[in-house]
């Protein structure tokens, strides 16, 4: 009988009673936490993380889907103040172009010309029907020859018009930096601002 009780108490200190609290760097080799079983208590933390990272992404989407939108707006207001032909170049630069680079009567020549060249362009077009893409919804043949020179891409926006590329914008704060995309050699094009 003797034998019998050693190795009875041998056994019993190899078990871990329940309800103990043990604590683990990694939650997923835990053997027991308050009593849980490790099953449950995986489950429990990838469930948390899961939810965790599902909040702050959706979040995010939120908050990126909404400054998308006024990017958007403000490309609208400028359209629309280019198609009507009653607004001077002159004012709707000042309104809607950042300009704090051009000094020159050359510059605003150029600006006021290009202006006039989009409304041309504008009235053909419904521009209703004109999409907004910005640049990393664009196919990665088509960004591959843009250069944004540290621009933030998430501000750059390509118009289309049944399919066919029309204009390619740039926001800078709450006014458009650039609507000039041209070569800078190398098969490469960038963003001018003014």
Known sequence: MTSFSTKTSINEHKK???GVFYVSINPFTAKSVLGLNTKLMQYKVISFFLLFH????????????STQEHDIQLIQDFLNDVADENKRPDVILSKHVLITETSSDEGYDY???SINEIRLNLQTKNIDEIE?????ALPKK?????????KPT?????????NRQM???YIEGDK?????LVSKGNKVAHFVTY
């Open 16 to 18: 871990r009673p329940r």
């Open 54 to 65: 599902l909040g702050w992404l959706s979040s995010h989407a939120q908050v990126a889907t």
């Open 111 to 113: 600006l006021e010309a």
């Open 132 to 136: 907004y893409l910005p640049f990393q």
């Open 142 to 150: 088509e960004v591959r020859d843009i250069d944004p020179e540290g």
């Open 154 to 162: 998430d501000k750059m926006y390509f118009l289309r018009y049944k």
């Open 167 to 169: 204009l390619a914008v």
């Open 176 to 180: 458009i930096g650039s609507f000039t």
